[in-house]
């Protein structure tokens, strides 16, 4: 499976209706391919950090098992715009 930091994004965006999301693949610093993502979703509104990235991952559960390394950041918009004001 080919994974890119595009198809990632779109596939994040389009399912978690995200108003934003950074994807950064970060393979070239580790041994397998990895990504770094931030996920501003109105569908983590009142969720916990876990059901959060339950959320994410279950997105991408087709998707995970080709990925060595998956950081992520996921926040309601409220979040991000606050976090854009520091």
């Known amino acids: 499976m080919e994974l890119s930091a595009e ?7 389009r399912d978690l209706e995200a108003e934003h999301v950074e994807v950064e693949d970060t393979t070239l610093n ?3 391919c990895s990504f770094r993502v931030l996920v501003v979703s109105a ?9 959060r990235h339950r959320l994410v991952n279950a ?3 087709e998707e995970l098992p080709h ?20």
């Open 30 to 32: 580790r041994c397998a």
């Open 7 to 13: 198809y990632l994004r779109e596939k994040l965006q």
């Open 59 to 61: 997105c991408l559960a």
């Open 43 to 51: 569908k983590f509104e009142g969720k916990p950090l876990l059901q």
């Open 67 to 86: 990925i060595h390394a998956f950081e992520q950041k996921t926040l309601t918009p409220e979040q991000w715009a606050r976090e854009r004001q520091k």
